[in-house]
């Protein structure tokens, strides 16, 4: 399925939008690169270049996505039904691919 979003400042892109519903949204800067995670219901985590919603990574996690918080040097913290983890990105290239190096399970 492909959605149109508006955003506040007026401008609009499409995505293929997640399976379920969108249960979080985060925005943040990686390599110089502003982008927005999505993460939802389906266990998936969207990660896009905010200036024309390029998908940049897409990844499934173990249980439903709750929250997202981009955090400095590159860290993800993903809340999800099961607990948190955190997702250490890493750009690549002149066109920035984003994937997880490592995901670590918190323990609080």
Avoid: F, K, Y
């Avoid at 492909?2 to 401008?11: A, K, P, Q, T, V």
């Avoid at 690169?33 to 940049?56: K, Y």
């Amino acid at each position: 399925m492909r959605r149109l979003l508006r955003l506040r400042d007026g401008s609009s892109w499409v995505h293929a939008a997640h399976a379920g519903r969108v249960t979080s949204v985060a925005l943040g800067e990686l390599a110089a690169t502003q982008i927005v995670a999505s993460g939802g219901e389906d266990q998936a985590i969207q990660l896009r270049r905010l200036s024309d919603a390029e998908l940049l990574c897409d990844m499934t996690l173990d249980a439903a996505v709750t929250a997202l918080a981009l955090v400095s040097s590159g860290v993800l913290i993903a809340g999800t039904t099961q607990g948190l983890v955190a997702l250490e990105l890493h750009a690549t290239g002149t066109h920035p691919r984003i994937s997880a190096r490592s995901r670590t399970r918190l323990g609080l």
